[in-house]
């Protein structure tokens, strides 16, 4: 019995996988064959992109400021209160600008995203969309993912941006340290690689947010009940796949560089 | 301009094979067949209708005959064409062909009732003075102009199975599919819903499929025709039937009726006498 219930829920798993994978490659194919709803690329570039500005602004400012507060704390035990703003920066732009802006991205819109389609499938407006002759992956899906990995990418400047000047109005206002070491600490030691990693790892976030949102959005069934449970499981999964996927990006660039 | 649903007639004249045909249809989902080897078809100009009680598989049927649901065995054609296995890409100019009315209506809650009547159109790109125009006429037909600005949303039940019609019918469809349009319905909107259908059937000859659980409905189908001077749907002759209005009737998931009305009410069919008394 025991062993059954183990092998069914291995079966659905690895059938899990295969329809996401198909889903995912379908949608992004879909971008290089006509049609493509370029207009409602642009109307889900402003509901994802500029609809999560504020969230991701003080996100970010929040947490560079937490980064300052804790470091600051810890280095001082060095007498390396200094180094507060190569902390604060390195830690933003490697690593939580790109996680954090992933993650709060995800409870906002791999949750709509699900929640939307999954309305849309159990009120049959997705199968008229199909006996109207639009294909809903094209108009909906693709649309959803291409803005998201877009919009993310930007919002993850913004968020590293925030971070360190959260960090550096913690280090000068509370801590009362000077407000151009913090800045030329933050600037001097940052390489090309450190930036490169915190702009790739958004690529593959956007991603996984749009397709797992879309996903579960797509597949739901029974009634209102199941928009649901696929609006938490399309959150769950995508946040912690960011994490996962964050930490197989972080160990190739670490060995590559 | 001609009249946006005056195309219909036309194809519908130049079809000669029938409209649709299922061949030895079977679809399972993950248990026992749903629909069982059905074979049917429906001529041009001809209204068939599929009756059967609720969950017998109805709307499955329905959904294969368009390709939303794809068949494990057997063959489904529309038009002549084959479309049992052919890709999304290659069903969706088919369906465009095809005209649905869902069971709720399934309108799109985000866009105004003339974007949801202009969908298609919309997505052909037609310029918007001639959208604006068809819309008209198609809320026209079905008696609801004044509800182009108007949002799904503050729309009664009839309303939008009425605005649901207007969508199937303004791309010239050669083949109209009616998923119960009156099901839920009070009696009275029941029969607005059913004088548009008799409408389309009289007026504009586009062959259609409709499934419904409601012998009233099809009874006043087979029983009336349009009168177009008086702008209304009025009783045939005492005896007289509608000949082109012909009955299928479904039961765990096998064909048990295809015939007239006559055949239908003289049926020897144990299931079928139930269900009509």
Redesign the interface.
Known sequence: MGIEAIDRAAKNFVLTVQEYSLFAARAALNLFSAPVYWSDIIVQCDIIGVGSTLIVVFAGFFTGGVLAVQSAATLASFGATAVTGRFVAMSMIRELGAVLTGIMVSGRNASSMASELGSMVVTEQIDAMRALGVDPMRKLVTPRIFATVVMLFFLTILSDFCGILGGAAVTVFMNGQNGTQYFSMAYEYLRYPDILQGLIKPIFFGFIIASIGCFYGMRTTGGTQGVGQSTIKSVVFASVLIIFVDLLVSLTMVSLF | MNAPLASPVESAQQATGPVLEFSGVTVSFDGPPVLNDISFSVAPGETRILLGPAGVGKSVLL?TA?G?VQPDSGTVAILGETITGLP??LL??M??R?G?V???G????SLPVRDNVA??LI?EKVADEEIDERVHIALRFVGLEQTFSLFPGSLSGGMRRRVAIA?ALI?YPELLLYDSPTGGLDPVTSTTIIELIVKQRDVYKTPSLLVTHRLQDAFTMCSHRFDTEKDAMVPLPDGETDPGTTFLMLNDGKLIFDGSLHDLVHSENEFVREFLE
């Open positions: 959904k368009n939303l999304e890409r969706i100019p369906r465009a095809t649905m869902f069971q709720e399934a309108l799109f809650d969908y298609q997505q969508r791309h």
